[in-house]
């Protein structure tokens, strides 16, 4: 219990350092802020709709992931669970929106925390896979902006491609995670062996595995929509190939999840990453605050709708 607290106090402590820093930057640099006051207003509107399609289509992904298990929910319920989980994990601690779909899985529907996470863990080998295959499309794409970041991040995403390639041909039985049951060999080899066993459930439902991909796919053109839309609103210059990557940074620091929102950890990556993607230092913290603004009071809105759809599901007074 005391690590855990330690741990929350270290995530507060960084979320708390990354907003110190902006604040400074922003002090010493407000001239480079004015492209916001340009900003067409109607594509701030769009840029949130496209924000709130995504997360609406996360409510498919749920009914996906615990079809394996024949737990079956409506689309409403699905669209209302991708909502709050959204705000949890953009509000809350990190994570917290993980954990309260599991729970409400847990408790409204029997589904048990462990099938729950290991078929997550499964998606995420796959989501994974697609990620750092378009990553290092876009990376060939991008040769022309060659160096030692770039470097790097092709060989991140070669990492990350391996990775997942791994744990998809590699099939560990739980019973090999024996042993020592605080020990942190025995730790490893059960996360090592509940993904292998997500993966395996979703594998063997070949159309399960089409529709995920297809998601993927989906949520992936969405977002790269909306940062498409958000360097066009700041009147800045890009390439498909570009967007892509930006795209898939943004995707796969969600694994580094350590604060809420994961703030401060995706502005890292992609700051990283800003050589590569054609961008300045000053472009990337504008596109960045234009995204986390209309996230933000998108999210206020969608939380209102969330209201709507839990009198529907539960009456005026859910248990």
Known sequence: MR???????????????????F????????????????????????????????????????????????????????????????????????????????VYLKRRHGLSYTNYSATLAGYYILSIMIYAILGLVAVLLLRSNEGPNYIIIALGLT??????????????PSNKAGGDKGGVAHKVLHFAAMITKGWHEIYMDHNLLMQLVALTLGSLALNMIMIGAIVFALHLSTSF??????????????????????IGIKEGVIL????????????????????RGMVFLSLLYLWGISEGIKRKLFGAQPS
């Open 3 to 21: 690590f855990f607290s330690k741990n929350k106090y270290l995530r507060l402590g960084l979320s708390i350092l990354v907003l110190i820093l």
């Open 23 to 102: 604040c400074y930057y922003f002090i010493g640099n407000k001239d480079k802020f004015q492209p916001l006051l340009n900003i067409n207003p109607l594509l701030l509107v769009m840029i949130s709709l496209i924000y709130a399609l995504s997360v609406a289509s996360n409510g498919i992904f749920t009914k996906l992931i615990i079809k394996p298990f024949n737990v079956t929910i409506s689309l409403t319920e699905g669209v209302f669970l991708a909502i709050i989980s959204s705000v949890g994990n953009f509000f809350a601690p990190a994570g917290a929106g993980y954990g309260l779909r599991a």
């Open 159 to 172: 990492g990350a491609l391996l990775f997942s390639l791994f744990f998809s041909l590699v099939r560990i």
């Open 241 to 262: 190939a570009a967007i892509l990557l930006y795209s898939v940074l943004g995707f796969l620091s969600i694994f580094f999840n350590v604060t809420p929102g994961n």
């Open 272 to 291: 990283f990453s800003a050589s590569v993607l054609g961008f300045s230092l000053s472009q990337v913290i504008l596109i960045a605050v234009v995204e």
